[in-house]
């Protein structure tokens, strides 16, 4: 049962029980608008309470359900609403725990609401693209304030009970049970209503009070446009609110439902949805069922505490659990404490920490000379130089001392997991742990799957994971597994075109355009270009007839490695990180076409955009067809969480289904043919699902 009925006091008790989060799919809204009818009819019931089991109201709309004729299938949410607003019999909302999207705009509906001061409340949708379609840019601005409304809309950001107190949001902010105060509450309700002969307020009646709503409203219009050029929702929402301050409740609603369904469909919700979706669909692993036993991990060390290490440790110890972090030298440790005290401090600077809070923090971190302590570790993760020797010399001191039945996780970005494994006389308990810099900030973990990985061990770094407040994606084991391994095809395909005409401003400019936070050669100042430059020369080694642009090395040559160095593709002031035309860069990259002997072009902005990104898609097919990646859909979260690629194009692999995969495999084929035929090797999957008129993202 979705939907359970109780009468407790004489108030008709109706819970949603519809874990985990009792979302408002079909089952559930029948069930309520069944109890609903049931609490109207009965006439020992003098009052009716909403209320959530599993300790929270609702998580909103069921959007597995967007899209579909179960949406749609009265009775809707909009007819819930309808069906709280016309009720002779008090109606009151027991918030606790969470209240979101569609949950909370039911809630709106009842004449009163009860919550718990830690509930958090917020209109998600704008994160995907929508605005609050059942009546959320109507009734929060008349019951939480135009302000607070507007803003809570516009960002999609949560708030608590507790901040809302004095908003007109809630009837009451308890610190009690909300459930036995609701009831309380309904009660007195239904008594005054007999005997004072009262009706029960509705939020839809309540007017919107600002002393300047226009120019408030143009103000948040201003923000809009300045933060959120790309995404017509936010400032659909400030229409819709707009809409409702000038002609009423009624006109704003029927003016909210048409911008609903206009952004329904456009193709950046149809992105943020798929990235959504994608999310949540990377945490499972097809042969490692959710019923998987989970080993516990109750206190992790991580082996070196330099640029990773101390990130990876942060990253836990932010989790509350406690970190042994171990170096080689007094010196290395003591540089990584500070670098990670530093970190603290500026967040405390920055009001984002208590001093407690950074206390309590470095507290959870033992600083360690000696393996010994890794003993009581139920994680391993060793994040040393990245030589296969020194990770061998690790890997056995680990196997010595670590417990049995610890996790041994190698944070490696290249070297292969499989042989690491095999450093170990325990392989099954071996698995990659692929951290990004800087590791304490970023969202994106892969997750390395050996050969000999065991399905526990993946299936509790996956809940880890979590728990630390990162997006894993499963990666099998290959050169650069998934994310860099396709990075490299971008870049490579970015300095072609720095030979063949473009500058690096233009290359930025264009794909920033496009959407992403930053072009390949910022990006590339920022990481160091030295770094690249090393796979490079490794990669003439391994594959001297590979064609591999040598503009870079000229670059590296001279010495400019990027903003540590004060110099890269860009010019640098000291101190500052806005990235400066340089004449010298520019002069070195002519003159290098020259030795070439090739003439330069001009070269369009589109061509720039899809060689970038199509050099992604391919080699993304390719790890696909591989089985490096189970989902086209992991590959989406690895570049959406870690590469900064546009969230509202939904990653590469999911713009290439709505390109189409027809022009994909044309442009590309195209680009074999008449620019540089040997960077592309065009992958047979885009050509096969191209013909058979399937999709990457399904
Ligand atoms: P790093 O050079 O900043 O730090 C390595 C630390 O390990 C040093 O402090 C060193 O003293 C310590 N160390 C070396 N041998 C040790 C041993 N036997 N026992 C204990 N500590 C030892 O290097 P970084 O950048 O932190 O890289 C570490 C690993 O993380 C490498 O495998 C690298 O490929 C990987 N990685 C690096 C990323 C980056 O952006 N820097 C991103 C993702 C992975």
Same mark, same amino acid.
Request: net charge negative.
């Given at each position: 049962?979705?939907?359970?009925?109780?009468?407790?006091?004489?108030?008709?008790?109706?819970?949603?029980?519809?874990?985990?989060?009792?979302?408002?799919?079909?089952?559930?809204?029948?069930?309520?608008?069944?109890?609903?009818?049931?609490?109207?009819?009965?006439?020992?019931?003098?009052?009716?309470?909403?209320?959530?089991?599993?300790?929270?109201?609702?998580?909103?709309?069921?959007?597995?359900?967007?899209?579909?004729?179960?949406?749609?299938?009265?009775?809707?949410?909009?007819?819930?609403?309808?069906?709280?607003?016309?009720?002779?019999?008090?109606?009151?909302?027991?918030?606790?725990?969470?209240?979101?999207?569609?949950?909370?705009?039911?809630?709106?509906?009842?004449?009163?609401?009860?919550?718990?001061?830690?509930?958090?409340?917020?209109?998600?949708?704008?994160?995907?693209?929508?605005?609050?379609?059942?009546?959320?840019?109507?009734?929060?601005?008349?019951?939480?304030?135009?302000?607070?409304?507007?803003?809570?809309?516009?960002?999609?950001?949560?708030?608590?009970?507790?901040?809302?107190?004095?908003?007109?949001?809630?009837?009451?902010?308890?610190?009690?049970?909300?459930?036995?105060? $609701?009831?309380?509450?309904?009660?007195?309700?239904?008594?005054?209503?007999?005997?004072?002969?009262?009706?029960?307020?509705?939020?839809?009646?309540?007017?919107?009070?600002?002393?300047?709503?226009?120019?408030?409203?143009?103000?948040?219009?201003?923000?809009?446009?300045?933060?959120?050029?790309?995404?017509?929702?936010?400032?659909?929402?400030?229409?819709?609110?707009?809409?409702?301050?000038?002609?009423?409740?009624?006109?704003?609603?029927?003016?909210?439902?048409?911008?609903?369904?206009?952004?329904?469909?456009?193709?950046?919700?149809?992105?943020?949805?798929?990235?959504?979706?994608?999310?949540?669909?990377?945490?499972?692993?097809?042969?490692?069922?959710?019923?998987?036993?989970?080993?516990?991990?109750?206190?992790?060390?991580?082996?070196?505490?330099?640029?990773?290490?101390?990130?990876?440790?942060?990253?836990?110890?932010?989790?509350?659990?406690?970190?042994?972090?171990?170096?080689?030298?007094?010196?290395?440790?003591?540089?990584?404490?500070?670098?990670?005290?530093?970190?603290?401090?500026?967040?405390?600077?920055?009001?984002?920490?208590?001093?407690?809070?950074?206390?309590?923090?470095?507290?959870?971190?033992?600083?360690?000379?000696?393996?010994?302590?890794?003993?009581?570790?139920?994680?391993?993760?060793?994040?040393?130089?990245?030589?296969?020797?020194?990770?061998?010399?690790?890997?056995?001191?680990?196997?010595?001392?670590?417990?049995?039945?610890?996790?041994?996780?190698?944070?490696?970005?290249?070297?292969?997991?499989?042989?690491?494994?095999?450093?170990?006389? !325990?392989?099954?308990?071996?698995?990659?742990?692929?951290?990004?810099?800087?590791?304490?900030?970023?969202?994106?973990?892969?997750?390395?799957?050996?050969?000999?990985?065991?399905?526990?061990?993946?299936?509790?770094?996956?809940?880890?994971?979590?728990?630390?407040?990162?997006?894993?994606?499963?990666?099998?084991?290959?050169?650069?597994?998934?994310?860099?391994?396709?990075?490299?095809?971008?870049?490579?395909?970015?300095?072609?075109?720095?030979?063949?005409?473009?500058?690096?401003?233009?290359?930025?400019?264009?794909?920033?355009?496009?959407?992403?936070?930053?072009? =390949?050669?910022?990006?590339?100042?920022? $990481?160091? &270009?030295?770094?690249?430059?090393?796979?490079?020369?490794?990669?003439?080694?391994?594959?001297?007839?590979?064609?591999? =642009?040598?503009?870079?090395?000229?670059?590296?040559?001279?010495?400019?490695?990027?903003?540590?160095?004060?110099?890269?593709?860009?010019?640098?002031?000291?101190?500052?990180?806005?990235?400066?035309?340089?004449?010298?860069?520019?002069?070195?990259?002519?003159?290098?076409?020259?030795?070439?002997?090739?003439?330069?072009?001009?070269?369009?902005?589109?061509?720039?955009?899809?060689?970038?990104?199509? $050099?992604?898609?391919?080699?993304?097919?390719?790890?696909?067809?591989?089985?490096?990646?189970?989902?086209?859909?992991?590959?989406?979260?690895?570049?959406?969480?870690?590469?900064?690629?546009? $969230?509202?194009?939904?990653?590469?692999?999911?713009?290439?289904?709505?390109?189409?995969?027809?022009?994909?495999?044309?442009?590309?084929? !195209?680009?074999?043919?008449?620019? &540089?035929?040997?960077?592309?090797?065009?992958?047979?999957?885009?050509?096969?699902?191209?013909?058979?008129?399937?999709?990457?993202?399904?």
């Amino acid at each position: 049962m979705a939907v359970d009925y109780t009468i407790r006091d004489g108030v008709a008790v109706v819970t949603l029980d519809n874990p985990p989060v009792n979302s408002l799919g079909f089952e559930t809204r029948r069930g309520l608008a069944d109890a609903l009818d049931q609490a109207t009819r009965d006439a020992a019931v003098v009052a009716i309470v909403l209320t959530g089991a599993g300790g929270l109201f609702s998580g909103g709309a069921d959007i597995t359900e967007f899209g579909t004729r179960e949406a749609m299938r009265e009775p809707t949410l909009w007819s819930l609403i309808d069906l709280l607003e016309r009720s002779a019999k008090p109606v009151v909302v027991a918030l606790d725990g969470l209240t979101m999207g569609g949950g909370l705009e039911l809630s709106l509906g009842a004449h009163y609401r009860v919550a718990s001061r830690g509930t958090r409340v917020g209109l998600p949708e704008v994160k995907l693209g929508l605005l609050p379609g059942a009546g959320g840019t109507q009734r929060l601005p008349r019951a939480a304030g135009l302000e607070t409304a507007l803003n809570m809309i516009v960002t999609g950001a949560t708030m608590t009970a507790g901040e809302l107190a004095e908003s007109g949001l809630f009837a009451r902010v308890v610190d009690a049970d909300p459930l036995t105060a $609701a009831i309380a509450f309904a009660r007195e309700a239904a008594e005054r209503g007999a005997s004072q002969g009262q009706s029960h307020p509705l939020v839809r009646d309540r007017p919107i009070e600002h002393d300047n709503a226009a120019g408030f409203l143009q103000f948040a219009r201003n923000q809009v446009a300045a933060t959120a050029k790309h995404l017509p929702a936010p400032g659909k929402c400030i229409d819709a609110i707009e809409y409702g301050v000038l002609h009423g409740v009624d006109a704003g609603l029927a003016h909210e439902r048409e911008g609903f369904f206009a952004l329904m469909q456009t193709p950046e919700s149809g992105a943020l949805r798929h990235a959504f979706f994608a999310e949540r669909a990377a945490n499972k692993i097809a042969d490692v069922p959710p019923e998987t036993p989970v080993r516990e991990i109750r206190r992790v060390a991580v082996i070196g505490a330099g640029t990773m290490g101390g990130g990876i440790a942060m990253s836990f110890v932010n989790a509350g659990l406690p970190v042994t972090l171990v170096e080689t030298s007094g010196e290395a440790l003591e540089r990584g404490l500070a670098t990670i005290a530093r970190n603290y401090d500026a967040s405390v600077k920055k009001g984002k920490l208590t001093e407690a809070a950074r206390d309590q923090r470095m507290a959870l971190i033992a600083p360690t000379l000696t393996y010994d302590a890794i003993a009581e570790a139920d994680l391993v993760i060793e994040a040393v130089f990245e030589e296969l020797g020194v990770k061998e010399q690790v890997f056995s001191r680990i196997d010595a001392i670590a417990k049995p039945g610890a996790i041994l996780a190698s944070n490696t970005s290249t070297l292969d997991l499989n042989r690491i494994a095999a450093f170990t006389s !325990r392989p099954a308990d071996v698995v990659g742990l692929h951290f990004f810099s800087p590791a304490n900030v970023m969202k994106l973990l892969e997750v390395v799957r050996g050969e000999k990985t065991a399905k526990d061990v993946l299936a509790t770094v996956m809940r880890m994971a979590r728990k630390i407040g990162k997006t894993a994606v499963v990666s099998g084991v290959c050169d650069g597994f998934i994310g860099n391994r396709m990075i490299e095809q971008y870049f490579r395909q970015s300095l072609f075109m720095l030979e063949e005409g473009a500058l690096p401003a233009q290359i930025d400019r264009a794909i920033e355009r496009f959407g992403f936070a930053m072009g =390949p050669f910022r990006m590339s100042d920022l $990481a160091g &270009n030295d770094i690249s430059w090393a796979i490079r020369k490794r990669r003439y080694s391994e594959a001297p007839q590979l064609h591999y =642009p040598r503009v870079a090395d000229r670059l590296c040559e001279a010495g400019r490695f990027g903003q540590k160095t004060g110099a890269g593709w860009y010019d640098y002031r000291p101190g500052e990180r806005a990235a400066l035309s340089s004449p010298f860069v520019e002069a070195m990259i002519v003159d290098y076409s020259k030795s070439l002997g090739s003439a330069r072009r001009a070269i369009g902005d589109e061509e720039i955009v899809e060689r970038l990104v199509y $050099a992604l898609v391919n080699e993304g097919a390719k790890i696909l067809a591989e089985g490096i990646a189970a989902k086209a859909s992991d590959i989406d979260v690895v570049y959406l969480d870690g590469y900064g690629f546009p $969230a509202w194009r939904g990653g590469p692999m999911y713009y290439a289904d709505t390109v189409g995969l027809y022009h994909v495999e044309r442009a590309i084929a !195209r680009y074999a043919e008449q620019v &540089n035929g040997d960077a592309w090797e065009p992958a047979p999957l885009i050509a096969q699902l191209a013909r058979s008129g399937a999709r990457l993202t399904g």
